[in-house]
């Protein structure tokens, strides 16, 4: 039987796209290591874990396990719109945040409508125009000697921007630079862009933000119509596993979407746990507290061996090895360390390194030694 060529069958846009990268096969590999022994440094996860609160909210759930969740994920959609300061109707939920950026691409970006993002921007944004269809624009990042190496430059986003721009992907801090700009950078940003082109601030890793100039985009909501702030449950709030995000904008972008999203995309301990998760302040203060101290210990650790790492405001880390890092990513696999390889992203010498635990990141630095040795 003759083969279908079901590249050829699919729409333009899928045809040249690659899927994304998830980096190693983490299921075949942690068969190869004892029980917890494989230090997981790979996908910026939250080694300290989520709430209890979010735990226990769970297991609530877990009675209710044959109804539907509720399709408009009301309570958790009320408590988010609450926590930054806006209406339930500026609040869509998305199954991860990943979710809500395909489906802004989906809506908005097509063929003759654009995309433009970052250089070395998180490669969803990429992903998502290509899927649309619509052309990606890529704009020159900040040079490598930059106080933000390799940081997003707002000027060259600014100028990459032409009349059949849809949407500007932003990410603040960036995925996988750990650099970030100003509160008042984006403002004024925002404040040159054409009013039609939508920009997308993707805040993932806010909650671990301590820098006191750079705080959310939300409040600048109310000024900018065409502002959509995406957050997620992945990272601070250590739920990944779960696929909880949520996109905050204006009630008129938010129903278009509503449009379109799948009615039950959030699942039932999904939206009990997050719900939790929001109220718990104590422990999101805690896991920003952690991670920031480990976040400069590891960075001087790193730094005193020689190694270039970019200034975060993450719980990752970007490091430059100045040579090709993949002999060093497969001595450190080969030790139990996962890191993340950074060639996709067209920086071949570099590895990205979630902080984690004290004793995790002391592993890491026991492993890199050993390889560098
Ligand atoms: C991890 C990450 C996300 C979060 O994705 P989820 O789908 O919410 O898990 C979004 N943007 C960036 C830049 C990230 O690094």
Known sequence: MAALDYVALAQPGIRALR???????????????????????????????????????????????????DPLGGDLRRALAACHGLEPAQVILGNGSHELLMLMGQVFA???R??????????????????????WTPAPARPVDDAMPRGHDLEALLAAVGADTAIVYLANPNNPTGTWFDTA?????????????LVVV??????????????????????????????????????AGL???????????????????????????????????????????????QNAIEREALADALSARGLAVSPSQTNFLLVDFGRDAAPVEAG???????????AGYGLPTCLRLTVGVRDENRRLLQALDEVLA
């Not at 950078?185 to 082109?197: I, Q």
């Not at 450190?332 to 950074?342: C, D, E, F, I, T």
């Open 114 to 135: 654009g995309v433009v993002s970052s250089q070395y921007g998180f490669a969803v944004y990429a992903l998502a125009a290509q899927a649309a269809g619509a052309p």
């Open 110 to 112: 097509g063929t003759g």
């Open 332 to 342: 450190l696999v080969a030790r139990g360390v996962v890191p993340r390889p950074m």
């Open 185 to 197: 950078a984006l403002a004024d940003f925002l404040s040159r862009v054409p009013a039609n082109v």
């Open 19 to 69: 899927a994304y990268d998830p980096g190693l096969d983490l299921v075949a590999l942690r068969r190869g290591f004892a029980e917890g022994a494989l230090v997981e440094l790979g996908s910026n996860e939250n080694s300290h874990g989520p709430s209890p609160a979010a735990r226990a909210a769970i297991l609530d759930s877990l009675h209710s396990l044959h109804r539907y969740p």
């Open 243 to 289: 696929r909880v995000g949520c996109l905050l904008a204006d009630p008129g972008l938010v129903a278009v979407l509503e449009r379109v999203r799948e009615s039950f995309n959030v699942n039932l301990p999904g939206l009990a746990a997050c719900e939790a998760a929001l109220a718990d302040h104590e422990h999101l203060a805690w896991v920003r507290r």
């Open 202 to 239: 993707d805040e993932a890793y806010l909650e671990y933000v301590t820098d006191p100039a750079l705080t959310s985009a939300v409040p600048l909501l109310a000024r900018f119509p065409n502002l959509a702030v995406t957050r997620t449950f992945s990272k601070g709030y250590g739920l």
